[in-house]
């Protein structure tokens, strides 16, 4: 099989694989909070437990009487599946050092939420007023920080030098028939 063969083939399976995805959040079923949300929990009642006497009912972790509900929003499902989507989408990536990036990216976010949970549970346990401001400024920006700084940091460190969906389009474009008819009809025109 030759290079460009091998190539086609990656994409192929790279994207089959971010499709299914697609269908398996479609019909609701988020693999990554799945995967996720006891991974969160755990360590966020572990923390809390330090210092405090929590007990844990399912998905709450209720504190002096105070519920802390770990709610899939929590569990930044979309952020991991936005860091997984970015290392499918890059091609010429062994196997081994796809998974090794993955990886390495999953368990930063996930440290960096668990971190950001336990913080806000924190500031709630303790009737902060900056509690609902801080919540906000990490859902809406503190989040988006993390993700792009995982995937600045990755792109660094293992000195990636594609660009996620471009290079594969770039790539199937100057293997495509589309840039094969378009140079013979510039031919034929002189």
């Known amino acids: 099989m030759g290079k ?21 959040t479609l019909l609701n079923i988020n693999l990554f ?4 949300t006891p991974l969160t929990i755990y ?27 770990i709610i899939p929003a929590c569990i930044s499902g979309y952020a991991y599946y936005l860091l997984f989507i970015l290392h499918l989408s890059i091609p010429n990536i062994k196997i081994k050092k796809r998974i090794k990036m993955i990886l390495i990216a999953s368990a930063s976010l996930l440290i960096l939420n668990i971190l950001r949970i336990f913080f806000l549970s924190l500031m709630l346990i303790n009737d ?53 008819s378009k140079h013979s009809k510039s031919a034929n025109k002189n």
């Not at 460009?4 to 398996?24: T, V």
């Not at 844990?56 to 509900?69: C, D, E, F, S």
Request: hydrophobic share 55%; aromatic share 20%.
């Open 33 to 36: 909070c799945l995967i996720f």
């Open 128 to 180: 902060s007023v900056w509690f609902g401001i801080t919540h906000m400024f990490f859902w809406y920006v503190l989040s988006v920080v993390f993700v792009l700084g995982i995937w600045f940091l990755e792109v660094k460190f293992f000195r990636i030098k594609q660009i996620p969906f471009y290079s594969d389009l770039k790539f199937m474009y100057k293997n495509s028939s589309l840039k094969k």
């Open 43 to 69: 360590p966020i009642y572990f923390l809390l437990s330090l210092f405090f006497e929590p007990s844990l009912m399912g998905k709450i972790i209720l504190v002096n009487g105070i519920p802390i509900g």
């Open 4 to 24: 460009k063969s091998k190539q086609f083939k990656g994409i192929l399976i790279r994207y089959a694989i971010l499709i299914l995805l697609i269908l398996a």
